[in-house]
């Protein structure tokens, strides 16, 4: 049974930093993408960043680029989103997600896999 288990999430101030891990099990993740989403209230389950777990090849939606980093421990079988500089509208529940080789990394309908989310709260 494929388990995805978000953590690390929790109130930061603004210009912060938190990191969120993914520990995934259950199958073999080599050649998948992981993939980070978020969701505020009232909004859609947006992309955030994703990695080919084969290669490492990163993806950055553009409201985060310089200010996050996505990678994956082999050993440990985690992904983890390092998030700096938080800003009050990175305000959201984040996911993680795994999606096969051939997915389309940003649609969220091309995941297969998702963690039950970890609240992400930025004060101003």
């Known amino acids: 049974q494929v388990q995805l288990v978000e953590s690390g999430g929790g109130l930061v101030q603004a210009g912060g930093s938190l990191r969120l891990s993914c520990a995934a099990s259950?199958?073999?993740?080599?050649?998948?993408?992981m993939g980070w989403f978020r969701q505020a209230p009232g909004k859609e389950r947006e992309f955030v960043a994703a990695?080919?777990?084969?290669?490492?090849?990163?993806y950055f939606t553009d409201s985060v680029k310089g200010r996050f980093t996505i990678s994956r421990d082999n050993a440990k079988n985690t992904v983890n989103l390092q998030m700096n500089s938080l800003k009050p509208e990175d305000t959201a529940v984040y996911y993680c997600?795994?999606?096969?080789?051939?997915?389309?990394?940003?649609?969220?309908?091309?995941?297969?896999?998702w963690g039950q989310g970890t609240q992400v709260t930025v004060s101003s």
């Open positions: 259950g199958r073999t993740f080599t050649s998948y993408i």
């Open positions: 990695i080919r777990w084969s290669g490492g090849r990163t």
């Open positions: 997600a795994a999606a096969s080789y051939g997915a389309t990394y940003y649609n969220k309908n091309s995941y297969d896999y």
